[in-house]
């Protein structure tokens, strides 16, 4: 039997015409369920799943990922791999240096079968 497991990822919209690399992140930090309940996110049109996503503009992700470290500070969970982390950094340095090439950011809940039962 499997269950159902989620998890955030987030993918950087280069405007048109920009020649900024394409930016993913899967932030294992962030509360997934904080997540679903934020009102920028729907559901997604993907049948079988119940995935929900938005697109948030730069300020707003950034704000987002401070919210779900202040969130995950305040329940004492534990701190992101240091891989994770400089992932996390590297794509901020995308974003300080080349940030307005982006349109905006799709933030997005997945649902995925987790094997476990």
């Known amino acids: 039997?499997?269950?159902?497991?989620?998890?955030?990822?987030v993918q950087g919209l280069p405007k048109a015409g920009s020649s900024v690399l394409e930016l993913s992140l899967s932030p294992y930090w962030?509360?997934?369920?904080?997540?679903?309940?934020d009102p920028r996110?729907?559901?997604?049109?993907?049948?079988g799943y119940n995935d929900?996503?938005?697109?948030?503009?730069?300020?707003?992700f950034?704000?987002?990922?401070e919210q779900m470290i202040r969130l995950r500070n305040a329940r004492?969970?534990?701190?992101?791999?240091?891989?994770v982390v400089e992932s996390m950094e590297e794509f901020l340095t995308v974003l300080r240096d080349r940030g307005d090439?982006?349109?905006g950011f799709l933030v997005g809940v997945r649902?995925?079968?987790?094997?476990?039962?």
């Open 1 to 9: 039997m499997c269950t159902m497991a989620y998890y955030a990822d």
């Open 30 to 37: 962030w509360n997934v369920d904080a997540l679903r309940a």
């Open 41 to 47: 996110l729907s559901l997604a049109d993907i049948p």
């Open 52 to 60: 929900s996503e938005g697109v948030l503009s730069p300020a707003e």
């Open 62 to 65: 950034f704000e987002l990922n």
């Open 76 to 83: 004492g969970g534990p701190g992101p791999h240091p891989n």
């Open 101 to 103: 090439e982006f349109d």
């Open 111 to 117: 649902e995925s079968e987790s094997g476990l039962g």
